[in-house]
């Protein structure tokens, strides 16, 4: 193996287990206030993993540098999984996720501006695009060099405000934003009703910049936010096809934990489990790379 490759596969791997330490620690505070939204916690966590660690510039000991990057997560019931990407990004510290949902906690069931590092309260769905639209056009005003992520859910997609934030944003030539669309396919109520192909022709009718990627899969999602930066003319919209629940063999694909903490003790140490065990793997997997060995 080359030294470049080699070098990428362990950045491959080094954000693979920071986002598995996402899911494992959104379990655990999910657990603890037995109370939250794992499904979709666990579903953006590769993403998390790569803006926060791989992406975006911020400095956690000065959370409102004017410089730093911004992500508004639109979908603000996937909190757990945001506070704690934070918190492993040095925000707060990580026994502080311990608090989630908790009176008095920075950490409340939606992001609020009171928890360093979180731009805007989200949770009121759709909402959140507009936010990050108005802060790419304030940047673009001010010439400013920071970048503008929006994370939102595949359900927003069947709001209008969504299509309305991209209609001013295509308008306004905002370039410095790039959407990704954590398109899981469930809701609280079940399987979404919108149309992947046609909202995608939507978007690209509208002039935007669409891809569409495997969420789950850190190279392509460094790639794709790659593409998007060089983009200087429109903003960019990536698809992420995810997996609700991610990680944890019985929260894959079932929209029961939407909403829903791990029903019982049991449960629950069978999720940690195995996401201890996912990030065992990639450890044995980082140890045999640096020590030069062949599969």
Known sequence: MQKEELKEELEVLRLQKIAYKIRLLAIQAIYNARSGHPGGALSVADMLSVLYFHKMRVDPQNPR????????????????????????????PVEELMTFRKIGSRLEGHPYITTPGVEVPTGSLAQGLSNAVGIAMAGKMDGAGFRVYAIISDGELEEGATWEASLFAKTHRLSNLTILVDFNGLQLDGKLSIDLAGASMAWRDLGLRVMEIDGHDVKALVRALDEAEQEKEVPTAIFAHTIKGKG???????????GNPPESQEKYELAIKELQEKIKQIDMETSRIEGGETP
Do not use: I, P, Q, T
């Open 65 to 92: 540098w004017e410089g730093r990057d911004r992500l508004v997560l639109s979908k603000g019931h996937a909190s757990a999984g945001l506070y704690a990407a934070l918190a492993l990004r040095g925000f707060f």
């Open 248 to 258: 944890v063999s019985y929260m894959e694909g079932n929209d029961f934990y939407h």
